[in-house]
């Protein structure tokens, strides 16, 4: 991450009736194939080498399908439970001194306390905190989801009305819940909403900081309509503003006024925007589905036409940013690795926006290029390799991408996957470890949308 910081009715015709037959095929084929022991079947129809579609809009969110793509490519629903089972219990509950970034943190009045560690840092990060409740609520682990957000709320939460940065989450933390830094970063914020959600409509509301619904609507509020306030921090004066840029539609890359304003693409996301165009607060609805929109526009502006790649930041009209406090910027590198999950997921959700199957094929024929096992991990956006090292993370991140590519390929970049091990070095079971997992799920038809009950 940061080192330094969106009735008309139809007539029946034939060719509509023959496609909810061939739903409705395909529907019954899929729950014979995979009876998962959880909530739903996981498996839907292979697109793999299928031309790419037009805007048909009957994405999971449509049909409550879930593409698995490991039960596609042979494996046994009792290996893929057991190996995402193994995955969360080695970096939520393995050896925590060679294993594990989820630590327990004793309890208050609202009970149990844990966080999500980047221990390669030593800190505690909204963007770990956040995709751990992800993990957690598409797993069904309520406590641990219970316990990270316990701990969030009681060191991460500004809560003074003085401060700068009411209503938001300090991005980096110490252990002890210390402030490395007492502004936001907003994937965190994002994830944070999406989780709380999805944890509202699997588990129902609680009361008070376990309402999540309510703490969800309360953070999408302040994302976009956070007042632009001065004042004090331990680290000096700042000034922060709304998360959201309102010309552009775009999520900032942080709301600090007084920096130049830009973007990361890693943090578009257009899937869960959908979502909140439907079930969040109703005045902001209409900003959130245009937002989904201008995500997917942004994408191909963002992207290289002919590897796919994207910069880690970027102007808002899709052109690299470079900053002096990261130098890596400009180029395809940690935080990019993420914008292509986030365009796959969106197509396997929604189904809106064939660009994204293209994307998917382009970027996919790159790394295949660069070789499968030996591709690096930090890229020039027109392809040149900048570090060598073959990251778990981006493997993961990458195998998600055949949820929306239709080329063959798209197969070996599963199997990639599926023989990865879990990430356990010191320097990459927190952030690789995180995106390994969530990637799994996501592989496994496993990371679902959860509605509101």
């Given at each position: 991450m940061k080192d330094n910081q969106m009735n008309i009715r139809r007539s029946w015709t034939i060719p509509r009736v023959i496609r909810i037959i061939s739903v409705f095929m395909t529907l019954i084929i899929s729950i014979s194939f995979s009876m998962s022991s959880q909530t739903r079947t996981t498996s839907s129809s292979a697109t793999s080498g299928q031309k790419i579609k037009q805007e048909d809009k009957s994405?999971?969110?449509?049909?409550?399908?879930?593409?698995?793509?490991?039960?596609?490519?042979?494996?046994?629903?009792?290996?893929?439970?057991?190996?995402?089972?193994?995955?969360?219990?080695?970096?939520?509950?393995?050896?925590?001194?060679?294993?594990?970034?989820y630590f327990e943190a004793g309890r208050n009045g609202n009970g149990?306390?844990?966080?999500?560690?980047?221990?390669?840092?030593?800190?505690?990060?909204?963007?770990?905190?956040?995709?751990?409740?992800?993990?957690?609520?598409?797993?069904n682990k309520k406590p641990e989801f219970d316990?990270?957000?316990?701990?969030?709320?009681?060191?991460?939460?500004v809560s003074s009305s003085d401060h700068p940065s009411e209503g938001y989450f300090s991005w980096s933390l110490k252990t002890d819940g210390s402030p490395n830094s007492e502004t936001p970063a907003p994937d965190g914020e994002e994830y944070m909403v999406m989780?709380?959600?999805?944890?509202?409509?699997?588990?129902?509301?609680?009361?008070?900081?376990?309402?999540?619904?309510?703490w969800a609507d309360r953070i999408l509020t302040t994302m976009r309509h956070h007042p632009v306030k001065t004042g004090q921090t331990k680290f000096g004066t700042r000034t922060v503003g709304p998360m959201v840029?309102?010309?552009?539609?775009?999520?900032?890359?942080?709301?600090?006024?007084?920096?130049?304003?830009?973007?990361?693409?890693?943090y578009h996301l257009p899937a869960f925007y959908e979502l909140w165009a439907l079930w969040g607060p109703a005045a902001d609805r209409s900003f959130w589905a245009a937002a989904a929109d201008t995500s997917r526009k942004f994408f191909q502006r963002a992207t290289n036409l002919k590897t796919g790649l994207a910069p880690d930041y970027a102007n808002f009209d899709g052109t690299p940013y470079s900053t002096q406090f990261n130098q890596r910027s400009g180029n395809f590198s940690f935080d990019a690795r993420r914008t292509q999950m986030n365009w796959a997921v969106d197509w396997s959700w929604?189904?809106?926006?064939?660009?994204?199957?293209?994307?998917?094929?382009?970027?996919?024929?790159?790394?295949?290029?660069?070789?499968?096992?030996?591709?690096?991990?930090?890229?020039?956006?027109?392809?040149q390799l900048l570090d060598k090292n073959h990251a778990k993370g981006l493997v993961a991140t990458n195998a998600v991408v055949s949820l929306a590519a239709t080329h063959p390929l798209a197969k070996d970049f599963v199997e990639a996957l599926w023989n990865t091990p879990i990430p356990s070095a010191f320097n990459e079971r927190y952030y690789d470890g995180l995106l390994y997992l969530m990637s799994m799920l996501h592989c496994s038809g496993e990371f679902r949308i959860w509605p509101p009950k």
């Open positions: 994405g999971a969110f449509v049909t409550g399908i879930y593409r698995n793509l490991f039960l596609e490519d042979g494996h046994s629903q009792k290996e893929i439970f057991a190996k995402n089972e193994a995955a969360f219990q080695q970096l939520f509950h393995g050896d925590s001194a060679t294993r594990a970034i149990p306390l844990a966080y999500v560690s980047d221990v390669l840092h030593h800190d505690v990060r909204t963007e770990g905190i956040s995709y751990g409740m992800m993990i957690c609520v598409q797993m316990a990270i957000w316990n701990w969030t709320m009681s060191h991460m939460y989780s709380l959600c999805f944890a509202s409509g699997r588990w129902g509301n609680g009361t008070g900081i376990y309402n999540y619904q309510d840029n309102e010309e552009h539609r775009m999520i900032r890359f942080v709301p600090n006024v007084g920096r130049t304003d830009f973007t990361d693409p890693s929604w189904h809106k926006d064939p660009g994204e199957q293209e994307l998917s094929n382009r970027i996919q024929t790159f790394f295949a290029s660069q070789g499968l096992e030996t591709y690096g991990t930090q890229y020039t956006l027109d392809g």
